[in-house]
């Protein structure tokens, strides 16, 4: 059985730094694509980015490109996202996902396997 559990989030000011973790347990074959994807309050669940098994060519929604880094470790199964210059409008529970194929990263209807997401609030 897949999980996926992130941890990392909280309260921090604008202009801040927070690092995500996502801890994935199950069969390795599931995580060949990891992503995050965060839903602010009142919207729809957007993509954030993501990254294949070898880490090369990550993927990054316009809106955080420059300011967030999305990483792997593939020997514990963990994928992080580094995010720097914080905004208010990056506000938002953000969730982990995995799964093995994945035809176009940005869609969540492709994933499997869903964590039960982290808060990010980020104050003025």
């Known amino acids: 059985q897949v999980q996926l559990v992130e941890s990392g989030g909280g309260l921090v000011q604008a202009g801040g730094s927070l690092r995500l973790s996502c801890a994935g347990s199950?069969?390795?074959?599931?995580?060949?694509?990891m992503a995050w994807f965060r839903q602010a309050s009142g919207k729809e669940r957007e993509f954030v980015a993501a990254?294949?098994?070898?880490?090369?060519?990550?993927q990054y929604a316009y809106f955080v490109k420059g300011r967030f880094t999305i990483s792997r470790d593939n020997a514990k199964n963990t994928m992080y996202l580094q995010m720097n210059s914080l905004i208010p409008e990056d506000t938002a529970v953000y969730y982990c996902?995995?799964?093995?194929?994945?035809?176009?990263?940005?869609?969540?209807?492709?994933?499997?396997?869903w964590g039960q997401g982290t808060q990010v609030t980020v104050s003025l």
């Open positions: 990254a294949r098994w070898s880490g090369d060519a990550p």
């Open positions: 199950g069969s390795i074959s599931s995580f060949y694509w």
């Open positions: 996902t995995a799964g093995p194929t994945v035809l176009d990263v940005t869609q969540r209807g492709y994933y499997d396997y």
